[in-house]
């Protein structure tokens, strides 16, 4: 079955030019494109895509209050959002994590890494290269909330906050197995348990969370 996708983007030549990229894959689908972020949420709605590829800077409604839109309809709970950035360190990156982004992506990317971003975004992974997310996070996240202020953290065993620390620093789950002396199957287990306990729809929200909960600390 064909990953079926939008593509939201204000500038027509950019616009038009990643859905003739992404559609010319046998195994993703094009199924509209947006100028702003209000027609992308209204495209969302009417044709349920796998993955909405939002740039953030849109007139009007920008790509983050549609992310944010997008991720809160019950009725879009299976579509995705990749965002796309000018720069590695966009002030409004992690704001769109924040908002539901599943990852991001820079806009110079390579053309196969963008199809693949894709891919790995529609099979419900999170996009989040450890690095750039470790200088969004210790730039622009100044305030963590409180953690006694998370009930749902109670519900986690001492395993399982060490493995919610651990995605939160951007480390994979062949990484974490490999850092707490464990089997991969049985770090892949954990994680699901953390996402399932904590209501997560995907490993980029539980980055945000972990942070403003103050699991772990910018810079650490």
């Known amino acids: 079955m064909s990953i079926r996708v939008i593509v939201a983007d204000d500038q027509d030549l950019v616009r038009a030019g990643l859905a003739g990229l992404l559609a010319s894959e046998p195994d993703i689908e094009v199924v509209g494109q947006a100028p702003d972020g209000e027609q992308a949420v209204q495209l969302a709605r009417r044709s349920r895509p796998d993955v909405v590829v939002m740039d953030i800077r849109m007139p ?15 009725e879009l709970s299976d579509t995705r959002v990749l965002v796309l950035t000018t720069y590695d360190a ?3 990156v992690f704001e769109a994590l924040r908002a539901g982004a599943s990852g991001f992506l820079l806009k110079d990317a390579r053309a196969e890494v963008l199809i693949e971003a894709v891919r790995v975004v529609a099979a419900g992974e999170s996009l989040l290269a ?26 986690l065993t001492e395993r399982e906050c060490e493995v919610f620390a651990l995605i939160a620093k951007g480390l994979s789950n062949d990484e974490i197995a490999e850092t707490l002396v464990i089997s991969p199957a049985t770090a892949k ?3 699901s348990h953390v ?10 929200q539980l980055v945000t969370w972990a942070y403003e909960w103050g699991v772990v600390s910018p810079g650490l």
Do not use: C, N, W
Not at 61 to 73: L, N
Not at 147 to 155: E, G, N, T, Y
Not at 195 to 204: Q, S
């Open 60 to 74: 009007g409604m920008d790509g983050i209050e549609a992310t944010r839109r997008i991720a809160a309809d019950p």
């Open 90 to 92: 966009d002030e409004y």
């Open 130 to 155: 450890p690095s750039a997310t470790r200088r969004l996070v210790e730039r622009f996240v100044s305030s963590p909330v409180a953690v006694v202020a998370q009930p749902r953290l109670d519900a």
């Open 189 to 191: 287990t954990h994680v």
């Open 195 to 204: 996402m399932t306990k904590l209501g997560a729809r995907d490993r980029a």
